[in-house]
């Protein structure tokens, strides 16, 4: 093995500026709570790794060559920026552990965490929040791995998914709804109707299977709604928000949540396409780790609870 390729004992580095700041083999040793023959090999195995010899060992006091005096300032600089890094790293662990860490779904990121954190953050005070928006099937991985702390999401009574089987605590913190709808004609009706006749059944705007809210259409809409999905879905996309899109353009009818709706409910952009029968409640839930967090995450959960009741 070439003296390039050797390992390298970063305790010898230490060794190396103590014989360099003393002078003297026996007092370097006592500075480095070492035996005096220990650090002899030390730096013998230094230098035999950088390939010269850095101290003149007949000089006394010992003094370091010009490959010595060379490699002093060098090493100074590496090891100064070995501790920079150190200090930044613990920093950056310190941050993130006092910090909240959540996982949210697309549209819930969107149009329901900004109110509902800032309402919390009038009780708990600022919190740094570090935010992953996904679908819902890689937001249940990050929980799962327990990459956050906190994941937020539409759920249904009627649809458990994998964190309820693995026993992950849950609080209902909100209620939203899926509704049908299309674009309008002038006038303000619908372009599209789920009880039109046959020869005009409307095309639909659909899930991914992945996507929570498609777990929820698949499980819960009644059968007549549920062939309506299996024949006539033209479209599908993990976003509720891109649903919309092609819903205002008349691509089709589209299940959406009322809250993502609203404006365009009351200009008359949009009309439901069906009754109420046609329409699935939703829970707005916050799943949370079940192994102890830390003590700001405590106390977002402490408060989340004091504000909700389990589903």
């Known amino acids: 093995m070439g003296p390039g390729n050797r ?11 103590a014989l360099a700041e003393t002078g003297n083999f026996s007092r370097a040793a006592k500075v480095r709570f ?18 010269v010899d850095l101290f003149d060992r007949s000089a006394h006091p010992v003094a370091l060559t010009p490959a010595g005096q060379r490699f002093r300032p060098l090493l100074e600089d590496v090891l100064s920026g070995l501790e920079a890094a150190r200090i930044k790293a613990r920093a950056a662990h310190d941050e993130a552990a006092a910090g909240l860490r959540f996982a949210a779904t697309h549209l819930l990121s969107l149009v329901f965490f900004p109110g509902w954190f800032s309402r919390l953050e009038q009780t708990l005070g600022p919190r740094t929040v570090q935010m992953y928006s996904n679908n819902l099937e890689a937001c249940e991985d990050l929980m799962l791995q327990r990459s956050v702390q906190f994941l937020l999401c539409y759920g249904h009574p009627e649809v458990p998914g994998r964190l309820e089987a693995a026993g992950y605590p849950v609080g209902l913190i909100g209620h939203d709804a899926l509704v049908p709808l299309a674009s309008t004609r002038t006038g303000g009706q619908p372009l599209w ?23 929820v259409l698949g499980a819960c809409l009644r059968p007549e709604a549920q062939q309506r999905l299996h024949d006539h879905t033209v479209f599908t996309s993990h976003h509720a928000v891109v649903l919309k899109a092609m819903t205002l353009e008349g691509r089709g009818v589209a299940w959406l949540p009322q809250s993502l709706v609203e404006a365009e409910l009351q200009d ?44």
Do not use: K, N
């Open 7 to 17: 390992p390298l004992d970063m305790e010898w580095l230490e060794d190396f500026l």
């Open 34 to 51: 070492i035996a005096q023959p220990a650090l002899s090999r030390h730096i013998r195995s230094l230098e035999e790794w950088v390939g």
């Open 193 to 215: 109707r789920l009880c039109a006749p046959a020869d005009e059944e409307a095309p639909v705007l659909g899930y991914h299977a992945s996507s929570g809210l498609g777990r």
């Open 268 to 311: 008359g952009r949009l009309a439901l396409a069906g009754d109420g029968d046609w329409s699935v409640p939703l829970e707005i839930r916050l799943y949370r780790q079940p192994a102890a967090m830390t003590a700001a995450a405590e106390a977002l959960w402490t408060e989340v609870v004091s504000r909700s009741s389990s589903p």
